[in-house]
């Protein structure tokens, strides 16, 4: 039994920052994020009796990644099955841009081991399973813009994303922008851990975090492109205020992602209104309206040339089943 599925990446504009479980993946807080149209992970499955143990391999490379295994094992126990899998995956983003998301990765994984399974699992399904292999990409089984409703039961039935409705007139476009290829220091579970566990800000942030999703909804249904951005770029920086509280402290921002930042509050005062989020990384995105997408690139390249205008992105799906 085989599939192969293709799900996109995503951008949070209400961050996801924090676990209430770990085990579980249950977030603090709900989370709200735009999947993105040019960066996708394609994810073959096959379930096999004759399989002796479970495989992986990344862009044509076999490797032991502890996350995968874990995720399989889970897929394995709630799909009741005894056979190992084969999983081959490809990442679809421009080499070296440091955007190999785990968002993309774990919701294709999902989608091609339930069907290679025979199964037809719903949106919410998915969204839930995904989830179990990386919080973000309960976000990636939907296309455009999604909520991870941070659910209150104890056991994840009510912890999923579903898709919104984009904001009717507005054509939104993400440049992201490239600072630092190079892998991560502090990858986004061990930088929510040590901020859950020892930043002071983590409380404010989960309340404030919670505040800005019914903003952004509400300035959504406006389609005032002005407070998302501005909703979007403050909860960004409170979320990385977390990190620089936490013991030790650390964080994701690097020289050049503060220039581009100045690049962007430089935009605005010249009448562009464009705004910047960032997540576990250097790497800068800035939302802005397809009108101004070019301006603004043109404006981040005197910083970095590794520059990508995304668009909001298809939800995840099955390319072949056999
Ligand atoms: O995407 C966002 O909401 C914000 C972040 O990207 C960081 F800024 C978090 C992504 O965390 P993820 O990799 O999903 O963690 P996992 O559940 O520990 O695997």
């Not at 020289?255 to 990384?281: C, K």
Request: hydrophobic share 40%; charged share 20%; net charge negative.
């Amino acid at each position: 039994m085989k599939a192969t599925a293709i799900a996109h990446t995503n951008i949070a504009l209400i961050k996801y920052w924090g676990k209430r479980d770990n085990v579980l993946i249950l977030p603090a807080n709900s989370s709200l994020s735009m999947t993105l149209d040019q960066f996708y992970t394609e994810t073959t499955v096959e379930w096999s009796d004759s399989f002796t143990e479970d495989q992986f391999s990344l862009n044509g490379k076999i490797q032991s990644d502890a996350k995968v295994g874990r995720f399989l094992s889970i897929l394995r126990d709630q799909f009741s099955l005894t056979s190992f899998a084969h999983v081959t995956s490809t990442n679809h983003v421009p080499t070296a841009a440091g955007l190999a998301s785990s968002a993309s990765a774990f919701a294709a994984l999902a989608l091609a081991a339930s069907k290679a399974a025979g199964r037809n699992d719903d949106e919410t399904t998915l969204s839930r399973l995904a989830r179990q292999g990386s919080g973000s990409a309960s976000r990636s089984i939907f296309g455009g813009l999604a909520i991870w409703q941070k659910g209150e039961a104890n056991d994840g039935s009510d912890s999923y994303a579903y898709e919104i409705p984009t904001p009717s007139k507005l054509d939104l476009a993400l440049v992201v922008a490239v600072v630092d290829a190079g892998p991560k220091k502090v990858d986004s579970r061990l930088g929510m851990q040590t901020t859950v566990e020892t930043s002071p800000f983590f409380e404010a942030w989960t309340k404030q975090a919670t505040l800005d999703l019914e903003a952004m909804q509400r300035a959504m249904k406006e389609n005032d492109f002005v407070t998302m951005g501005e909703i979007a770029e403050r909860n960004a920086l409170t979320m990385h205020a977390t990190t620089m509280a936490a013991n030790p402290p650390f964080t994701y921002m690097q020289p050049l992602s503060l220039a581009l930042m100045d690049a962007v509050r430089d935009l605005r005062v010249a009448g562009i209104p464009a705004y910047f989020t960032m997540d576990a990384g250097p790497n800068v995105k800035v939302l802005c309206l397809t009108k101004d997408a070019e301006r603004v690139k043109e404006a981040l390249s005197v910083h970095t040339s590794l520059l990508y205008i995304c668009h909001p992105g298809p939800k995840a799906r099955v390319i072949t089943h056999d």
